[in-house]
Each structure stands twice: as C-alpha cells, then as structure tokens.
C-alpha cells in the first residue's frame, strides 16, 4: 500500500479556487493512477476526478468538469486538484487515493490507499 498525504484544503468563499495536493511515500508512483474523492456530511464518498500512470489520461465527475482539473508530477510522487468556481455544494472532506499498481480507471471499491482527507468548506 502507499502513504499518501493530503493538503491545501481551507474555507473560501464561493466562487474562489484552491489546490489541492497529495504526497505519495512509494518509489514506483509512476505506476499509479491517482484519485481524488469526497465525502460530504451525510453522504457516502464519492468519485471527483483520477489521472492514469499509464498515458496521464484523465477521468471526472460530471459534476466538476470544466472547474476541476487534475494533474500530478512523478518527480514529486504528488498529484494535485486544481479547483475552480468552486460552489458551496463542493464542501465536503477531500481524500487522496490509490489502488494497486497498474490499474488503470478502477472503480471506488478497488483504490486500497487512502490519504487522511483534507476538509473544503465553500460558504455562499
């Protein structure tokens, strides 16, 4: 499995942006796909956006295309989420995710690593 560290959350007001990062501790991050995820309060967790570690291919919810872009830097063993526009119905708890080596756009019940979350309140 891999460590993984979320930061960059924060209240802000709607509209803002803000940018999330996540640190993996693992040699072989290259080998990833990386999501990210959220769970509001109430709510179950849910798919925001993932990046493959094979050709850097791109996945997101429908509802934060064209405001959520993700990326990540192998150098680093980082992936970011580049949040724009953001509106109040995105506050939830954002978490930082992997699954094993080689998957490329797996469903939520196979990501195995999982960060601590990072909080994200957008006020009105």
């Known amino acids: 499995q891999v460590q993984l560290v979320e930061s960059g959350g924060g209240l802000v007001q709607a509209g803002a942006s803000l940018r999330l990062s996540c640190a993996a501790s693992v040699r072989t991050f290259s080998t990833y796909t990386m999501g990210w995820f959220r769970q509001a309060p109430g709510k179950e967790r849910e798919f925001v956006a993932a990046?493959?570690?094979?050709?850097?291919?791109?996945s997101y919810a429908d509802s934060v295309k064209g405001r959520f872009t993700i990326s990540r830097d192998n150098a680093k063993n980082t992936v970011y989420l580049q949040m724009n526009s953001l509106k109040p119905d995105d506050t939830a708890v954002y978490y930082c995710?992997?699954?094993?080596?080689?998957?490329?756009?797996?469903?939520?019940?196979?990501?195995?690593?999982w960060g601590q979350g990072t909080q994200v309140t957008v006020s009105s």
């Open positions: 995710a992997a699954p094993p080596r080689y998957f490329y756009f797996p469903p939520i019940n196979e990501y195995d690593s």
């Open positions: 990046i493959s570690w094979r050709d850097r291919s791109t």
